[in-house]
């Protein structure tokens, strides 16, 4: 503190009326009564602001609460799932070299349409893939022989084997 402080020059001028024993003197009394007050009135002024200082270090509850109103279900994701460096999100469907099979091409059945989602065809094997298991880039075709596109991939157990076309 500055030495021509107020708080300072009260102190100083306090301090040898109290230790001299003048106690009883009123204008001493009432000199160390108006200097308590104004010490007092410090000691306020400086707690308060210790007080600011301590809530400014002290977190707010209010900015620290969860606001649910911030984080919704009905809203779509926007960042999606994580992904690898190389991973290939949606790879274009591989177009087939024909789109009508010649009458005379025989065809076998290959099984059921399992599942149907955007561009992507799953179809499950009717037969053991004992017997068969069609490779990638096979064709695909109705039984009128229209071509609904190549296996881009074969997934599941041996013994019922899907494709997904």
């Known amino acids: 503190m500055e030495a021509n402080s107020p708080t300072n020059t009260a102190v100083t001028d306090t ?3 109290l230790h ?3 106690s009883n003197d009123d204008s001493a009394m009432q000199h160390s009564t108006v200097e308590a007050e104004d010490i007092s009135a410090d000691d306020e002024s400086s707690s308060s602001s210790s007080s600011d200082s301590d809530s ?3 977190p707010d509850h209010d900015d620290m609460a969860f606001n649910a109103s911030d984080y ?4 779509p994701m926007t960042e999606g799932a994580p ?3 190389n991973e290939v999100l949606n ?3 591989a177009q087939p070299p024909l789109t009508q099979l010649p009458p ?8 059921l349409v399992h599942a149907h989602v955007d561009s992507s065809l799953t179809i499950r094997a009717s037969t053991a893939g004992v017997h068969r298991v069609l490779d990638a880039d096979t064709l695909v075709a ?4 229209r071509v609904v596109g190549v296996i881009s991939d074969v997934f599941g157990p041996v013994t019922q084997p899907m494709y997904s076309v």
């Open 15 to 17: 301090s040898p009326a």
């Open 20 to 22: 001299s024993g003048v």
């Open 56 to 58: 400014d270090s002290e």
């Open 72 to 75: 919704s279900d009905d809203e």
């Open 83 to 85: 992904t690898t460096r």
């Open 91 to 93: 790879p274009p469907p």
């Open 104 to 111: 005379t091409t025989a065809l076998r059945p290959l099984g």
């Open 142 to 145: 109705l039984a009128d022989g």
